[in-house]
């Protein structure tokens, strides 16, 4: 019998049971993609990562994520409470570098109280994936009237940077009451996206840029009480909405409080001619508890 330690975070958060949970399984090496697969399912959580050695020397740590259903190419809370995750039983500072499925992740990390912050810089920047089903199909979906969301400008869209989301603009009130249905939801048919990124303008918060849920039955995940890597690409679907003047903008996406676990997730995005020059995404995370589990 082998035995890993491990760790939980609370993720976009600085208080615990809040955010988003996620299980860390450190020094990973050995484990098999089934055995990967076995261990996130028993956790239970939205994902789960897996700590290994990385291909480069020179790099931090290789870091491989897991939801209930798949292997992720990349997610954003995993990315952000992991590094704190190694960061702090290492006891780093400053940038790391975790090698993803879909490229390398420089994040810096920053202790600060209990809680910690770490943003990364995507390598991949948000563009446009492919044509989203019809709007109505969402709406029945998401159990929302005929005509709640966005068909001109903020029109449906698929857009990923390094995966694949489709966005849907609603008002806040709308946005509030979405609820799965499952029958419906079967009918849209989705395929090489994560799921369905509701959102609207403001939010709970007087800082809030934007509110936002995310919908993703098909990774084993009902709602996601934070979904750092479709923030990462919600600057492709605002610069493909609206003008963006060119320069830094400073978001504030708010998640999870329709579940009880309000996120904050941070971005910092660069635009020059109107196009998305760059993304950073940050937030802080607050450790919850840690053990040993054997297989």
């Known amino acids: ?14 208080k615990r049971f809040t955010g988003n949970p996620l299980a860390v399984v450190m020094n990973a090496d050995g484990l098999s993609s089934a055995e990967m697969q076995t261990i996130t ?3 239970n959580l939205s994902e789960t990562t897996f700590v290994l050695p990385p291909e480069d020397p020179s790099h931090t740590a290789r870091v491989r994520i897991f939801t209930l259903g798949y292997e992720m190419p990349f997610a954003g809370h995993p990315t952000v409470g992991t ?40 390598p991949n920047l948000p563009k446009e994936a492919g044509a989203a089903p019809d ?15 966005d068909r001109v400008a903020h029109r449906p869209r698929v857009v990923g940077a390094g995966v694949n989301f489709i966005y849907v ?3 806040l009130d709308a946005v509030r009451l979405a609820k799965v249905n499952s029958g419906a939801w079967e009918k849209l048919k989705l395929s090489e996206t994560v799921g369905v990124f509701l959102y609207a303008e403001g939010g709970e918060g007087a800082d809030a840029s934007w509110h936002a849920r995310m919908f993703a039955p098909d990774a084993g ?16 679907q605002i610069a493909l909405s609206q003008k963006l003047s060119d320069g830094v903008h400073n978001w504030i996406v708010e998640q999870g409080f329709e579940m009880g676990r309000p996120s904050r997730i941070e971005l910092e995005v660069e ?12 937030g802080r995370a607050v450790k919850v508890s840690q053990g040993t589990l054997s297989i």
């Open 135 to 149: 709007a109505a199909l969402f709406e029945a979906a998401m159990s929302l009237p005929e005509g709640s969301l």
């Open 83 to 122: 590094t704190i995750a190694i960061a702090k039983s290492r006891k780093l500072t400053g940038e790391l570098l975790l090698e993803l499925n879909t490229g390398l992740f420089p994040v810096k990390v920053d202790f600060d109280g209990e809680s910690a912050f770490a943003q990364f810089k995507n």
């Open 271 to 282: 635009a020059k001619a109107g196009a998305i020059s760059s993304v950073r995404v940050g």
């Open 41 to 43: 399912r028993e956790f």
């Open 1 to 14: 019998m082998r035995t890993f330690d491990f760790e939980t975070w609370d993720v976009f958060t600085d």
């Open 169 to 171: 603009k609603a008002p």
């Open 221 to 236: 995940i009902l709602e996601d009480p934070a979904t750092g890597s479709a923030c990462a690409a919600l600057p492709g």
